[in-house]
């Protein structure tokens, strides 16, 4: 494999990534009351589509108004029926997809179910409604009093879905992956990272089921296999559909199970497979040391890569299978270090594209110097009053409000800024 970032990359299904930089997936919180594409977050996927990458991977669509991970994420109204039935619906999506990729970028669409990671006040359900999850293990984003008290404050108590539960999380995948094909995006990637519902089912920490979705690595991906099946039935053919993987969340105990459950996603026609990792609980995703081994501190370029030796195994497991790495990457150097040892086919960058919405083309870009193609990031200072804090999610819920707030002044047309020291 070349480890030049301007390669083309061939999917399965015959989909062509122009390179190998990715804009990868970042909660946007635009989509407003009605929880539709919105002109302003239309106008950020522009300028993202022009940025030069290879690909532009939008935040959460999630599949259920009802339950969304924040409250402005965007989502179907209610049950898709068709292109036909559905008429302006089609159309404010197929705006969006335009706005995307009216450069000759193509956008994957990044759908989910949060589970129960539905904050309480997220979707239509009510704050007092009770969230949905393959078990009803109540979210708990630390040890100490003020921690639980957050949890509860937070996540309502979630209850163990149903049979019919199942049935209709999986067609509201379907339905939703429809409406994406209908509207002219390239494709979805299934979210199964970051603790969300996939996740939930594929993790015995959070999947304590004892039927036909729990008890074996092959039992608990049911869930997400039965839903890739049945999109492939309702979208064309060169549809890709790829699938974001947790890593960091799978102790060497369990290392197998999760190598055999990526066997049977290679098995099923998967396009590509994201490797990331954390969740609300434990948010390794939004970590702001970009050093995840102490002990490599040496290895100044593999360190940008949150996630690389689970990469480097999955490709040495799976080596036909695309592999997409995100987590820490902030250099041109960075990402030619992954390139060349083999640990992945394409580069996601998250938090740069919110700072820069062409750091892709400055990266690609030969007349730029090594020093130049890279960005430095610092930890977002937290408010006075929040500083004696120490859980973890609000730690993280500042990171990720910061570069919300800089993917709102894309849409707005000003300037953005990276964290100051």
């Not at 990534?17 to 804009?23: E, G, Q, S």
């Not at 302003?40 to 589509?49: A, I, P, S």
């Not at 062409?358 to 006075?384: G, I």
Request: hydrophobic share 40%; proline share 6%; net charge neutral.
């Amino acid at each position: 494999m070349s480890s030049s970032l301007g390669d083309a990359v061939k999917l399965p299904r015959g989909l062509v990534f122009p390179n190998r930089l990715i804009k990868a997936a970042l909660a946007e919180q635009m989509a407003g009351s009605e929880n539709t594409p919105t002109p302003k977050l239309m106008e950020v996927y522009n300028q993202w589509g022009k940025g030069g990458w290879g690909a532009v991977l939008t935040g959460n669509v999630q599949v259920d108004v009802n339950h969304l991970g924040t409250p402005f994420d965007p989502a179907p109204p209610s049950e898709y029926i068709g292109k036909e039935s559905n008429p302006a619906l089609v159309q404010t999506w197929a705006k969006y997809a335009e706005a995307s990729q009216q450069h000759g970028v193509p956008s994957i669409v990044q759908i989910c179910h949060p589970g129960r990671q539905s904050l309480r006040n997220a979707g239509k359900r009510g704050i007092f409604a009770s969230t949905i999850a393959p078990s009803a293990i109540p979210m708990q984003t630390g040890e100490g009093l003020l921690d639980r008290i957050i949890s509860r404050l937070a996540f309502p108590a979630p209850r163990e879905m149903t049979q019919q539960d199942i049935d209709t999380v999986t067609k509201q995948f379907v339905d939703t992956a429809r409406l994406v094909a209908d509207a002219g995006f390239s494709g979805i990637e299934l979210h199964g990272a970051h603790g969300f519902l996939i996740d939930q089912f594929l993790n015995p920490k959070t999947n304590l089921r004892t039927d036909a979705y729990g008890g074996s690595a092959e039992k608990r991906a049911k869930f997400v296999l039965d839903i890739l099946s049945q999109i492939r039935k309702v979208v064309p053919a060169t549809f890709c559909i790829g699938i974001k993987f947790n890593s960091a969340d799978h102790s060497s105990a369990s290392f197998e199970d999760t190598m055999a459950q990526i066997g049977l996603l290679v098995d099923a026609g998967i396009d590509f497979l994201e490797v990331s990792g954390g969740s609300y609980e434990d948010p390794q995703m939004m970590s702001t040391n970009s050093q995840p081994h102490p002990e490599k501190s040496q290895r100044t370029l593999a360190r940008e890569a949150f996630f690389l030796e689970f990469a480097r195994e999955t490709r040495k497991r799976f080596p036909t299978l695309i592999l997409m790495l995100t987590g820490g990457f902030r250099s041109r150097a960075g990402a030619e270090h992954a390139l060349r040892e083999n640990a992945c086919d394409l580069i996601g960058f998250g938090r740069p594209a919110a700072v820069e919405p062409a750091f892709a083309r400055r990266l690609l870009d030969e007349s730029v110097s090594a020093e130049e193609a890279e960005m430095h990031l610092n930890k977002v200072k937290p408010p006075f009053l929040l500083r004696w804090l120490s859980n973890k999610a609000v730690g993280a819920g500042l990171e990720s409000s910061y570069y919300v707030g800089q993917i709102k002044r894309i849409g707005d047309g000003l300037k953005t800024f990276a964290p100051s020291l």
